[in-house]
Protein backbone atom coordinates (compact mmCIF):
# COMPACT_ATOMS: atom_id res chain seq x y z
CA UNK A 1 0.00 0.00 0.00
CA UNK A 2 1.64 3.55 -1.11
CA UNK A 3 1.17 6.01 2.09
CA UNK A 4 1.88 9.76 1.05
CA UNK A 5 2.56 11.31 4.37
CA UNK A 6 2.43 15.01 4.38
CA UNK A 7 3.69 16.62 7.52
CA UNK A 8 2.30 20.18 7.95
CA UNK A 9 5.83 21.56 9.29
CA UNK A 10 8.50 22.86 7.47
CA UNK A 11 10.73 23.25 10.66
CA UNK A 12 14.20 21.39 10.03
CA UNK A 13 13.63 20.55 14.05
CA UNK A 14 9.87 19.35 13.29
CA UNK A 15 8.89 16.83 16.08
CA UNK A 16 5.91 15.87 13.85
CA UNK A 17 9.00 15.11 11.55
CA UNK A 18 10.46 12.84 14.56
CA UNK A 19 7.82 11.26 15.11
CA UNK A 20 7.31 10.17 11.80
CA UNK A 21 10.52 8.80 11.45
CA UNK A 22 9.72 6.76 14.93
CA UNK A 23 6.87 5.86 14.50
CA UNK A 24 6.91 4.10 10.07
CA UNK A 25 8.74 1.22 11.49
CA UNK A 26 5.80 0.35 13.42
CA UNK A 27 3.24 0.49 10.26
CA UNK A 28 2.27 -3.28 8.34
CA UNK A 29 5.36 -4.47 6.40
CA UNK A 30 3.12 -3.66 3.25
CA UNK A 31 2.98 -0.04 4.03
CA UNK A 32 5.15 2.02 1.62
CA UNK A 33 5.57 5.10 2.62
CA UNK A 34 6.39 8.44 0.78
CA UNK A 35 6.69 12.09 1.74
CA UNK A 36 6.47 15.25 -0.19
CA UNK A 37 8.31 18.49 1.17
CA UNK A 38 5.41 21.36 1.36
CA UNK A 39 7.61 24.43 1.53
CA UNK A 40 7.90 23.71 -2.72
CA UNK A 41 4.74 25.14 -2.95
CA UNK A 42 4.30 28.39 -3.36
CA UNK A 43 1.03 30.51 -2.10
CA UNK A 44 -2.24 29.79 -3.75
CA UNK A 45 -3.45 31.71 -6.43
CA UNK A 46 -6.99 31.35 -8.26
CA UNK A 47 -4.41 33.22 -11.14
CA UNK A 48 -1.86 30.26 -11.36
CA UNK A 49 -4.69 27.22 -10.89
CA UNK A 50 -4.99 26.56 -14.23
CA UNK A 51 -1.54 26.38 -15.64
CA UNK A 52 -0.30 25.45 -12.13
CA UNK A 53 3.77 25.69 -11.01
CA UNK A 54 5.82 22.57 -11.63
CA UNK A 55 6.19 21.79 -7.81
CA UNK A 56 1.83 21.84 -7.42
CA UNK A 57 1.85 19.37 -10.50
CA UNK A 58 4.18 17.33 -8.86
CA UNK A 59 2.34 16.85 -5.44
CA UNK A 60 -0.54 16.30 -7.32
CA UNK A 61 0.88 13.33 -9.08
CA UNK A 62 2.31 11.91 -6.09
CA UNK A 63 -1.33 11.80 -4.03
CA UNK A 64 -2.80 10.47 -7.47
CA UNK A 65 0.08 7.54 -7.30
CA UNK A 66 -0.95 7.01 -3.38
CA UNK A 67 -3.36 4.20 -1.82
CA UNK A 68 -3.92 6.65 1.27
CA UNK A 69 -3.09 9.60 2.68
CA UNK A 70 -1.55 10.25 6.31
CA UNK A 71 -1.31 13.73 7.51
CA UNK A 72 1.01 14.52 10.66
CA UNK A 73 0.16 17.80 11.49
CA UNK A 74 1.30 20.53 14.65
CA UNK A 75 -1.28 23.08 16.04
CA UNK A 76 0.01 26.97 15.40
CA UNK A 77 -2.50 28.47 17.75
CA UNK A 78 -4.94 26.22 17.78
CA UNK A 79 -4.74 25.46 14.17
CA UNK A 80 -3.54 23.60 11.31
CA UNK A 81 -0.55 25.19 9.76
CA UNK A 82 -0.63 28.14 7.01
CA UNK A 83 1.46 26.20 4.95
CA UNK A 84 -0.37 22.82 5.03
CA UNK A 85 -3.30 24.58 4.48
CA UNK A 86 -1.95 26.23 1.39
CA UNK A 87 -1.14 22.47 -0.14
CA UNK A 88 -4.30 21.09 0.89
CA UNK A 89 -5.91 23.98 -1.30
CA UNK A 90 -3.76 23.59 -4.14
CA UNK A 91 -4.48 19.78 -4.70
CA UNK A 92 -8.30 20.50 -4.18
CA UNK A 93 -8.19 22.67 -7.03
CA UNK A 94 -9.64 23.12 -9.91
CA UNK A 95 -13.10 23.05 -8.65
CA UNK A 96 -14.55 19.50 -9.23
CA UNK A 97 -11.18 17.82 -10.33
CA UNK A 98 -9.48 17.97 -6.52
CA UNK A 99 -6.82 15.23 -6.24
CA UNK A 100 -7.81 14.45 -2.69
CA UNK A 101 -11.38 13.27 -4.10
CA UNK A 102 -11.92 9.60 -2.45
CA UNK A 103 -8.71 8.98 -0.58
CA UNK A 104 -8.49 7.41 2.19
CA UNK A 105 -6.92 9.52 5.18
CA UNK A 106 -5.75 9.37 8.57
CA UNK A 107 -4.75 12.11 10.78
CA UNK A 108 -1.99 12.47 13.38
CA UNK A 109 -0.25 15.74 15.67
CA UNK A 110 1.93 16.03 18.26
CA UNK A 111 2.43 19.18 20.55
CA UNK A 112 5.19 19.28 23.66
CA UNK A 113 1.87 20.62 25.70
CA UNK A 114 -0.52 17.87 27.08
CA UNK A 115 -3.35 18.27 24.25
CA UNK A 116 -0.81 16.83 21.22
CA UNK A 117 -2.75 19.26 18.49
CA UNK A 118 -6.36 18.30 19.29
CA UNK A 119 -7.72 21.53 17.75
CA UNK A 120 -5.42 21.20 14.72
CA UNK A 121 -6.17 17.72 14.06
CA UNK A 122 -10.14 18.30 14.27
CA UNK A 123 -10.09 21.03 11.95
CA UNK A 124 -7.95 19.32 9.25
CA UNK A 125 -10.38 16.10 9.65
CA UNK A 126 -13.31 18.58 9.38
CA UNK A 127 -11.73 20.18 6.16
CA UNK A 128 -10.51 17.00 5.12
CA UNK A 129 -14.18 15.20 5.15
CA UNK A 130 -14.83 18.76 3.14
CA UNK A 131 -12.86 17.80 0.36
CA UNK A 132 -14.42 14.04 -0.25
CA UNK A 133 -11.88 12.31 1.49
CA UNK A 134 -12.40 9.15 2.99
CA UNK A 135 -11.10 10.10 6.83
CA UNK A 136 -10.68 7.70 9.66
CA UNK A 137 -11.73 9.59 12.74
CA UNK A 138 -11.51 6.87 15.08
CA UNK A 139 -8.76 5.77 16.58
CA UNK A 140 -7.19 9.17 17.04
CA UNK A 141 -3.53 10.31 18.66
CA UNK A 142 -3.18 13.41 20.36
CA UNK A 143 1.05 12.86 21.21
CA UNK A 144 2.04 14.48 23.81
CA UNK A 145 5.53 14.24 22.29
CA UNK A 146 7.87 15.93 25.74
CA UNK A 147 6.08 13.04 27.69
CA UNK A 148 6.00 10.18 25.90
CA UNK A 149 9.93 10.68 23.61
CA UNK A 150 12.64 10.78 25.63
CA UNK A 151 16.49 11.16 24.10
CA UNK A 152 14.98 10.57 20.55
CA UNK A 153 13.18 7.02 21.75
CA UNK A 154 9.12 6.26 22.01
CA UNK A 155 8.48 5.41 24.72
CA UNK A 156 7.13 1.37 24.73
CA UNK A 157 3.56 1.82 25.61
CA UNK A 158 3.02 4.74 22.75
CA UNK A 159 4.94 2.32 20.37
CA UNK A 160 2.20 0.05 20.64
CA UNK A 161 -0.86 2.51 20.38
CA UNK A 162 1.17 3.38 17.72
CA UNK A 163 0.84 -0.33 15.80
CA UNK A 164 -2.69 -0.26 16.40
CA UNK A 165 -3.27 2.53 14.57
CA UNK A 166 -1.50 1.66 11.80
CA UNK A 167 -3.52 -1.63 11.68
CA UNK A 168 -6.83 0.52 11.96
CA UNK A 169 -5.60 2.49 9.14
CA UNK A 170 -5.13 -0.28 6.92
CA UNK A 171 -8.50 -1.57 7.70
CA UNK A 172 -9.89 1.94 6.75
CA UNK A 173 -7.68 1.70 3.63
CA UNK A 174 -8.92 -1.65 2.34
CA UNK A 175 -12.64 -0.80 3.43
CA UNK A 176 -12.56 2.57 1.26
CA UNK A 177 -10.57 1.22 -1.85
Known sequence: MKILTVIGSISKNSINKNLFELIKPLAPSDFEFST???????????????????AVVNFRK?????DAVLFITPEYNRFIPGVLKNAIDWASRPYGKGAWVGKPAAVLGA???????????????ELLSFLNMKVMWQPEICFNYSAYVKDGVLEESSGKYFAKYFNSFKEHIEKNK
Open 62 to 66: QIAGS
Open 111 to 125: SPGPIGAFGAQMQLK
Open 36 to 54: FDISQIPYFSQDSEVNPPE
